[in-house]
């Protein structure tokens, strides 16, 4: 049997999820798909597997709503995970949708610096703080830590008026960034076939710049999107 063709696109889409985010908590946490007019939806984690998470069936909550449930990984690191919807209409319509959601990761960072001194912690856009280091230094800050980001920046203000400023590495560990599906339930050998790609940026946002992109193939052959 020859190869197919594959041809890549780049594709997201108007469904969205609710909340945004999620923080990494007990075990799973609720979340909503919001997708205009749809009838039904079939939902999937096109990244998830036994140590990065799964997504249970949407069942119907209101109008264009439906909610599912998300189990965390057993490994609580940030990372960004993309989820799929198939979408259909009253009338039989068919929509396809990839959805990321980002999922944070609580953390208590142990700072040393001098004592009685005024600390906060950036980590993009988030500030924690300020905390005050005890008659050691010494002090701990609980943050919040969103993928994407390697390191904190911990500024530290003494009574004396210094400020003094230094990061912390926070071991950000690599994750899947893209997914793929076929249109189609079936491809024929040395016939062209689309393949829908997703690829975001560590941070969860869509992925835009194909130049970024380098796409390969076991089987067959790929053209670039």
Known sequence: MKSAIVALVLSAGAARVEPTTLTFGPDEAPIDFVVPDAASVRVWCATCGPESGALSAAEPASQGRFRARFTFPKER?????????????????????????????????????????????????????????????????????????????????????????????????????????????????????????FAVTAEGAALTDVARLKVSARLGTTEAP
């Open 77 to 197: 690191l940030p990372r960004v995970v993309l989820l799929a919807v198939e979408a259909r209409s009253a009338k039989g319509e068919r929509t396809f949708t990839w959805v990321p959601l980002p999922l944070l990761a609580n953390a208590s960072l142990k700072i040393e610096t001098k004592p009685r001194a005024s600390v906060t912690v950036s980590i993009g856009s988030r500030t924690f703080g300020p905390a005050n280091a005890n008659g050691a230094g010494k002090l701990t800050v609980p943050v919040v830590v969103a993928p994407g980001y390697p390191s904190a920046t911990v500024v530290a203000g003494d009574r004396a008026g210094n400020v003094t400023t230094s990061s912390i590495n926070l071991a950000a560990q690599p994750f899947p960034q893209a997914a793929a599906a076929l249109p189609v339930a079936e491809v024929i050998a040395d016939q062209r076939a689309d393949l829908e790609l």
